[in-house]
């Protein structure tokens, strides 16, 4: 963590400033750059309840298990085999965190403070980071933070932190707090969203990208179950080798049938569209290593909500975030931004003006209220 991480973390217990205590250590920063000095192992102590956390690894070790859900801390340590599996950093995860905070573009970040919630590997922490966020903190529940730590943590406007989204160590510091593919991963998605909305300042803006329960029906009825039942539970290495031999089908449907047919539509604009089209089209851009990830993330989240439309919107309405915009993803998946900044919204809403998404009345007679898990 960067010294100057020490003027915002906070006890999870008490909410009072942290200091850090003597007998920790430093890598200097090189070429004297004060800002890429690390705090590598050390101690934090709370002044009020004297509680301390460990600093290891250039981390801060801020969960306590006695706090956090049972499930999510077994969700992070599923994570992190899988991110310790998967940690290779890749260009094209540029175009892609672009394409799920749309309409969020790269000059939102500038000399902003973010906060994102649930980073996995760090791949998105880079991208902030090269954005010229002023600060980034980036957190997840699991050891997957030191994954993220080889891969960003050198970087000198990134801080990465093991917390918790529902016990985050901070006050309303952020800009922005953002989370993409994370909620639905949690016991309860709607607290994690309300925690994440709690460290936003007066004027600051939300942005997350969910699992939707509209058009997954045959991942909710078909994959879900056996998830739950059979392949969560296997074994790392053989979940590996299953999830390749899935992979393999649908990396090859992608990129021999949905693209290919994706293309043919636009010159033969009568041609029926195939099922799951605009999904298959858009991983078509990935190689196997990534669709095999993904298959893998899919077969191992011990959890996995699909957050149906108008369920979606009751969080911005719970949080006091007003009319937020919300955009169907590859018809599948949803994001969702909301801000406190009047103008920031304003300037949303208009960038979606003549886009395609289904409101919340055309889903509403299709679907049950209700997350499934
Ligand atoms: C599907 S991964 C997505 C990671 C990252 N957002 C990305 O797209 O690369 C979900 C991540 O959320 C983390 N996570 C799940 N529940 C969490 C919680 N309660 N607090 C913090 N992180 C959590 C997991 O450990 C995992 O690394």
């Not at 500038?110 to 998105?124: A, F, I, N, Q, S």
């Not at 007066?202 to 078909?222: A, F, M, P, Q, S």
């Not at 699909?306 to 969080?315: G, K, L, N, S």
């Amino acid at each position: 963590m960067k010294p100057s991480a020490l003027d915002y973390l906070l006890c999870i217990h008490c909410n009072k400033l942290l200091q850090l205590q003597d007998g920790f250590k430093c890598v200097e920063a090189p070429q004297s750059n004060a800002e890429a000095e690390e705090i590598i192992s050390g101690k934090l102590s709370c002044p009020e309840c004297r509680r301390t956390y460990d600093i290891r690894g250039g981390i801060p070790r801020l969960v306590d298990v006695s706090k956090s859900s049972h499930t999510d801390i077994e969700t992070g340590q599923s994570f992190a085999t899988a991110w310790k599996s998967f940690p290779r950093m890749d260009e094209r995860y540029r175009q892609q965190f672009f394409d799920w905070i749309d309409p969020v573009d790269p000059q939102f970040f500038k000399d902003k403070m973010v906060l994102e919630c649930g980073c996995g590997k760090g791949r998105h922490a880079k991208i902030v980071a090269d954005c010229e966020a002023k600060m980034i903190f980036a957190v997840d529940i699991g050891d997957a933070v030191e994954v993220a730590y080889q891969n960003v943590g050198h970087l000198p406007n990134v801080n990465i932190i093991q917390a918790d989204i529902d016990n985050l160590p901070f006050g309303p510091i952020f800009d922005l707090a953002f989370s993409l593919g994370v909620l639905h991963h949690m016991n309860s998605p709607v607290s994690g969203f309300l925690s994440m909305s709690k460290k936003l300042k007066k004027d600051g803006t939300i942005c997350v990208w969910v699992y939707g329960r509209e058009n997954n029906r045959w991942l909710i009825r078909v994959v879900n179950p056996v998830r739950i039942a059979i392949t969560s539970k296997l074994s790392p290495p053989l979940l590996k080798v299953l999830a390749a031999l899935v992979a393999l089908p649908v990396y090859l449907s992608a990129h021999l049938i949905a693209a290919p047919w994706t293309r043919l539509q636009t010159k033969l604009p009568a041609l029926p569209s195939l099922f799951y089209q605009r999904y298959m089209t858009y991983i078509s851009r990935f190689d196997f290593n990534e669709i095999h990830h993904i298959v893998y993330d899919h077969l191992s989240a011990p959890v996995a909500n699909y957050v149906a439309r108008h369920y979606f919107e009751q969080w911005f309405a719970e949080g006091g975030l007003p009319d937020p915009v919300i955009r169907w993803h590859n018809q599948n998946s949803w994001t969702g931004i909301s801000s406190h900044n009047p103008p920031i919204l304003a300037m949303m809403h208009e960038r979606m003006v003549g886009r395609e998404t289904p409101s919340g009345e055309q889903f509403k007679a299709q679907i049950q209220p209700k997350a499934e898990s």
